[in-house]
């Protein structure tokens, strides 16, 4: 019984969550796809994405992606430096911890409103990061050298001068 109070009490505060921020439910297949993304998104650090936790989506005005996070020990700047791509295409995050109900006064709530295109964007961002660390393996590939390799390599170019 108070399972089911308790449930009806987080259902109706969700209510009043949308509709004071304009959001509807978000549509399933767009979650599971969004989520996947941002699970495996790499920062410009190239470090997973911090903050996402305890999220929820939601649809903006025009369909656009929202995710409620509720995460310990992290602050809105920081969200924003992890999902700022290196072109600078960025979620706005607003920092709504008034409304927060996952340990209150302790984990924050966030908003994060993604702009059209950031799928897009995400997509150039990864293509961007292999190609610069492809790039530095390359240049340490390059650079790197065998010690048996010099060894013949002097050899061959002393033989070469006799």
């Not at 399972?3 to 549509?27: D, S, V």
């Not at 924003?80 to 924050?108: M, N, R």
Request: aromatic share 12%; charged share 30%; net charge negative.
């Amino acid at each position: 019984m108070f399972g089911e109070i308790k449930g009806r009490i987080r259902n109706q505060l969700e209510k009043k969550f949308m509709a004071a921020w304009e959001f509807t439910p978000a549509r399933s297949r767009l979650i599971t796809k969004f989520d996947t993304a941002i699970g495996l998104l790499r920062t410009k650090k190239n470090e997973f994405v911090r903050g996402i936790a305890h999220h929820t989506h939601y649809a903006g005005v025009n369909d656009q992606q929202i995710i409620v996070t509720q995460p310990y020990s992290i602050t809105a700047a920081e969200i924003l430096e992890d999902l700022t791509f290196l072109d600078d295409s960025c979620p706005e995050v607003i920092d709504a911890s008034e409304w927060g109900f996952h340990y209150p006064h302790e984990a924050k709530l966030f908003i994060l409103k993604f702009p059209a295109g950031y799928r897009k964007a995400m997509e150039r961002h990864e293509k961007e990061l292999c190609r610069i660390e492809n790039e530095k393996h390359c240049w340490k590939t390059e650079r790197e050298t065998d010690p048996q390799q010099e060894a013949d390599n002097a050899y061959a170019w002393a033989e070469a001068d006799d």
